[in-house]
């Protein structure tokens, strides 16, 4: 293969930094794993697509043209230390080390089961868009990664030299219907003759036509591909790639693609088939200690717990499907699971890939569920082929992980979305109501907050006024809120709380737990649910507090059998960061702004259990 280098403009001046690059650095391995498998997902030809992932070691000399690629890279160093770039020179003084090793590593991702990148070499064509074309994309080139032609690039960012190779066969003849390509994205530098060079660098075809070489033979083994698809090296994958690369690998596997998975229609393999991730085999990775330590490394704990959840629901049968169509944006399928512990998470999901569990963009966070039971719930497109898989990806950001309609310029698209999404979350609703209601014996109004609440807006997605944060609901049993002129012991050295009349927003001083200090708390404006789950452990709900309410603390009160109201002692809660008072009668809660579950495990039985959330002021 020759190395094709051009020239530039004399005005023009290219340097390192390159957000459509550097914006994978922040995930990089998830970044890699998902704009990869994505893209093959998209392109199947056969079921299930087979993307397979591995790192290699080869002699540096088979690096096609690596002497005069070498040399680049000096010049380009030169150019940083001339224009004394600390970030440019840093980088290239790095490549060149690597590049003077005997060898060099390879991180190999190759698909099979899909109709490669083929066409005639040109503008609009496939493997030209993939390998020549900034930003170029359509709707069925999803080798240009989706809708934003940006994706591919995280390929480069993958790449200590920022240079990938990329092996397609696009027909039913490997050795007819082959093209590879080579392509590093540098800076500009100048040439022995001082002209500016453009910053893209290019391995092509020997022949020196501008084409792509197209014979495998001439190839070392690891550019070759024997059968339909596309193959991308990354030369000198960065250590973010290279290490514990296989467990990290499968974490995200199984975190963005659980659906697709299940569902056969894609499959993985690592490392040579030392690990094959299909229908059959998914749920013991979810069970090995290496690939969980990888989900919480990435940052994807909760993500990974999910797809778990999910993927034993579907191997259980636990899933109750419902469709729905929504105006707008077409037919979806709803597949809910309802049992304790669940997490209450919807989980958007296209073309068996997990995007988001939120509509934040839209105003829709769909955190709040206070009125269910503990479910998770799945949608996803009725099919690949219907509406709402191509909207659904026409909102879609770059990164594939949430919905917005903050690339689409057409003023009217987005009113029309927008709007379409919030029946979406309406749809959504709908579905928990009916199949994970949490039925309501008995409410009471507590009239003295009434005083100290505006009258509130509506909840999130609800609708409803109902929702009314000067009213407690009780789960199978009556809670409510603090009287604001209630007496409550302090805990932890605080001594007892001290009644304040001179207004009439009264507040109560109160001691927080543990801390011997007081200060001014007030009852918490939002809805408390409780539900005895058996005799001494209820389980409790906060719903949507206030932005600005970070932590509060609840003082359990307790009328058992008929007798008198007694401060109740709790033996443990497990809301992770909650604090139990040395003696029982108080937990500190983190809220963080945010509705909050939880299990209360108390001493003894009580009929009825007031939790008096207070706030501080």
């Known amino acids: 293969m020759k190395l094709h280098t051009s020239r530039a403009a004399e005005t023009e001046d290219v340097g390192l930094a390159d957000n459509d690059i550097d914006g994978f650095l922040k995930n990089l391995a998830q970044s890699v794993s998902r704009e990869s498998t994505q893209n093959s997902n998209d392109e199947a030809l056969a079921r299930p697509v087979k993307v397979s992932f591995d790192l ?78 900034k930003g170029r994309t359509d709707k069925d080139n999803v080798y240009s990664a989706g809708s934003f032609g940006i994706g591919k690039n995280a390929a480069f960012a993958g790449s200590e030299m920022r240079l990938v190779f990329y092996s397609t066969v696009y027909g039913d003849d490997p050795a ?86 299940y569902t056969e229609d894609i499959e993985f393999e690592l490392g040579g088939g030392s690990d094959i991730i299909n229908n059959s085999t998914m749920l013991e990775y979810f069970s090995r200690d290496d690939v969980k330590r990888a989900a919480d490394e990435s940052g994807l704990t909760e993500q990974f717990e999910r797809a778990e959840m999910c993927t034993r629901a579907f191997a259980a049968g636990s899933f109750v499907s419902e469709d729905f169509s929504v105006e707008g944006l077409g037919d979806f399928e709803a597949l809910i699971h309802v049992d304790e512990g669940l997490p209450k998470k919807v989980c958007i999901v296209r073309n068996g890939m997990y995007i988001t569990d939120s509509l934040k963009n839209f105003g829709r966070p769909l955190k709040s569920f206070p009125n269910s039971k503990d479910f998770i719930m799945l949608v996803r497109p009725k099919s690949v082929e219907d509406s709402s898989s191509e909207r659904l990806k026409r909102m879609e950001n770059p990164e594939h992980n949430e919905l917005t309609t903050g690339y689409i310029a057409d003023e009217s698209e987005v009113r029309k979305l927008q709007k379409a999404v919030e029946k979406l979350e309406t749809g959504v609703r709908a579905i928990v109501k009916k199949y994970a209601k949490l039925e309501v014996t008995s409410t009471k109004n507590i009239d003295e907050l009434k005083d100290y609440f505006a009258s509130p807006g509506k909840e999130e997605g609800d609708g409803t006024n109902e929702d009314d944060p000067t009213k407690t609901t009780a789960k199978k049993f009556p809670t409510k809120q603090p009287s604001p002129n209630a007496q409550q012991p302090g805990s932890g050295g605080g001594g007892k709380g001290k009644k304040n009349n001179t207004n009439k927003k009264t507040h109560t001083k109160r001691a927080g737990p543990g801390g011997g200090a007081s200060g001014l708390y007030k009852p918490l404006p939002a809805r408390t649910y409780a539900a005895r789950s058996s005799a001494t452990t209820w389980r409790i709900e906060i719903a949507t507090p206030p932005p600005s309410a970070q932590e509060c603390e609840i003082w359990p009160q307790a009328t058992s059998r008929g007798k008198d109201t007694k401060p109740l002692k709790v033996k443990s809660c497990n809301l992770p960061g909650a604090i139990v008072s040395p003696d029982g009668l108080s937990v500190k809660l983190p809220l963080a702004g945010a509705g909050v579950s939880f299990d209360l495990d108390l001493e003894n039985d009580a009929d009825v259990v007031d939790l008096r959330p207070l706030v501080k002021s």
């Not at 024997?226 to 690998?249: D, M, N, T």
Request: proline fraction near 4%; include cysteine.
């Open 56 to 133: 290699v070691s080869v002699p540096t000399s088979e690096i096609p043209n690596v002497d005069n690629y070498r040399d680049v890279l000096r010049s380009c160093l030169a150019e940083a230390q001339n224009n004394n770039d600390k970030k440019a020179n840093e980088f290239f003084i790095n490549a060149l080390k690597v590049i003077a090793k005997p060898e060099v590593p390879i991180f190999l991702i190759s698909d099979s089961g899909t109709k490669g990148a083929g066409g005639t070499f040109g503008k609009g064509q496939k493997f030209y868009t993939l390998a020549i074309s």
């Open 176 to 261: 007819n219907h082959f093209y590879c390509m080579g392509k590093s994205i540098l800076t500009s530098w100048r040439d022995s003759e001082d002209n500016n060079m453009s910053h893209k660098v290019l391995f092509l075809d020997g022949s020196g036509e501008f084409t792509p070489h197209t014979s495998q033979s001439e190839l070392p083994s690891w550019l070759q591909k024997s059968e339909r698809g596309l193959q991308v090296a990354i030369v000198a994958p960065r250590i973010e790639i290279r290490e514990h690369w296989q467990a990290s690998f499968i974490a995200n596997a199984l975190s963005n693609f659980f659906a697709a998975i």
